[in-house]
């Protein structure tokens, strides 16, 4: 999906601005957003691509108006409606209106293991890898609605297979309940001047990590 | 931006927080209420990453491969299972690959398409990590950011930008500042700044440190 949250290039954001002593959150909300939303990880059954489509899958001007923890909790409501876990019209009443689901619920004493686990992606490769380091590879032209994870800046450029990382799970096919359908990842670099032209710095990388259907031999 | 305009965008920013704020207390009673979530769990979730996650685990990395050459080793052959060793694991950081910083070559650390960051040695990421200016702009025009940071470089020394645009989390090992060599390991993790392992500060000298 050609969204507004694929922003690697655009120009007029101004400044960054960085905060000195800045606090981990900063509202009371933005604490209890942050546990919602990884504690409804498990009874809602969704996973990180589904979360990310969630979040990135609205109007440009609706995503750039919210901040962090604003589309963190739209892409819950989003999550929790598609599944009918919490509709809108309790969101706007404040409470339930509808029977429970049953659902399995994280309890305090998971929540430490689970951190501890994560979520690993990578999986056993089913066929060998296409690509080795020093290959030069060229990023396709994708542009699908769906959920895709290849940054605009560098579709139809040139670069090389810097890192081999083993198959892992598609964040194509596991955002829209495709499965997981692992395939090989890898770290291609980019000439700074391939992605930007000539008057970008010469001595400048970047990097993107590509599962292997992003790319063709180049 | 001028002044004016940046207190209408802080008072426009204001007013929707109240907003926020009452949808996620609705939604929080909904869903208690409903029993998805038990609050006790909540708690837990951010006393954890209030109190025991955060920079100074990436610190201790850090500061054990500038003094331990074997670890710095295994750190760059396989980061995932040397930061394990200290006990940090887990999400956000099943896959954590560490980039050397080196008089030639300066690496910094985005992620242009969310804000995917490495929880279990950085902690969450500061709010400028998650915006549209450093998203935006990093991966093209590193040297007019970090000049943002205060942080110059010499023309000669070669910029890397890593996006994570995967599950791969990259960790910056910043050169150990001059003037550390006397020190021990829990000293020169005091060295070590969160920014130094996003690639968007220098390490401090120890100087500035022992005063």
New interface residues.
Partial sequence: MNGAHDMGGMDGFGPVMPESDEPLFHAAWERRAFALTLAMGRPGGWNIDMSRFARENRAPIDYLSKSYYQLWLAGLETLMAERGLVTADEIDAGRPLHPAKHVSVLSAADVAPMLTRGAPTEREAAVPARFGVGDRVRAKELHPRTHIRLPRYVRGRVGTIELVHGAHVFPDSHAHGGGEQPQWLYTVAFEARELWGDDADPTSRVSVDAWDSYLEPA | ?ADHEHHHHHDH?HS??SE??L?????????T??????P???????E???TKVGPRNGARVVAKAWSDPAYRERLLHDATAAIAELGY???????I?AVENTPATHNMV?C????CYPWPVL??P???Y????????V?????A?LA??GVTLP??????????????RYLVIPMRPVGSDDLEEDQLADLVTR?SMIG?GLACPPAEITE
């Avoid at chain 2, 209420?33 to 038990?38: F, H, L, P, R």
């Avoid at chain 2, 991966?139 to 040297?143: L, N, S, T, Y």
């Fill in positions: 931006m920013d929707e927080l926020t704020e949808r996620v207390r609705a939604l929080e009673t909904i869903l209420e409903k029993g998805y979530v038990d006790a769990a909540l708690d837990e979730l951010i954890t990453y209030e694991t887990g999400r956000q950081g099943e896959h690959v985005v242009t398409l969310c804000s902690g969450l500061p709010v400028w998650k915006s549209a200016p450093y998203r935006s702009r991966v093209k025009e590193p040297r950011v943002e940071f023309q000669d020394t070669a910029i890397r930008v890593w996006d994570s645009t995967a599950e791969i920014d968007t």
